[in-house]
């Protein structure tokens, strides 16, 4: 109630943090979704421009994008669209969020469209910090980056 009530920053901070610790347990994952906890996610990340906020949000879906039961969920709620609008204020901190790319990397090979089209962009925007170059090499990612620049259709995927 207080991430959809309040304007304060530092609420929100604080809540977020708290959800993060929550979403760190697969038992509080499930809980957590079914209460429309992603969608909450997602809301927060879309009203805020603070990076300790948007980082303690990036967490949050890290780690339930860490559950593979769940997975189906966070994209419908909008968790990787979230992601990827992160992805783009810039601050690698949040960019960086322990597990995000490899989650990306994991799952850019999907059936549906409209969701391998979302992950393919996010993947391409976080190539395009210097500071994920690290975790570009380490997780493969450039493979994957590869991929897609030659298989993709989207113009602006292929032009990223």
Excluded: Y
Aim: aromatic residues 2%.
């Amino acid at each position: 109630m207080l991430l959809e009530s309040s304007q304060n920053t530092t609420i929100h901070r604080v809540a977020s943090g708290a959800i993060v610790n929550f979403a760190m347990s697969d038992m509080n994952q499930v809980l957590k979704m079914s209460k429309g906890g992603a969608q909450l996610l997602a809301n927060v990340a879309s009203k805020s421009n603070d990076p300790q906020t948007l980082w303690m949000v990036a967490g949050a879906i890290t780690n339930l994008g860490g559950n593979q039961k769940l997975h189906e969920m966070l994209i419908e709620d909008d968790g990787i669209k979230a992601l990827l609008g992160m992805a783009k204020c810039g601050n690698s901190d949040v960019i960086a969020q322990d597990g995000a790319l490899s989650w990306l990397i994991t799952n850019s090979i999907v059936t549906l469209s409209s969701t391998k089209r979302h992950i393919e962009l996010a993947i391409c925007h976080l190539a395009q910090n210097d500071d994920n170059a690290q975790d570009f090499i380490s997780t493969g990612a450039g493979k994957e980056l590869s991929r897609i620049s030659l298989e993709s259709s989207c113009e602006d995927i292929s032009a990223t």
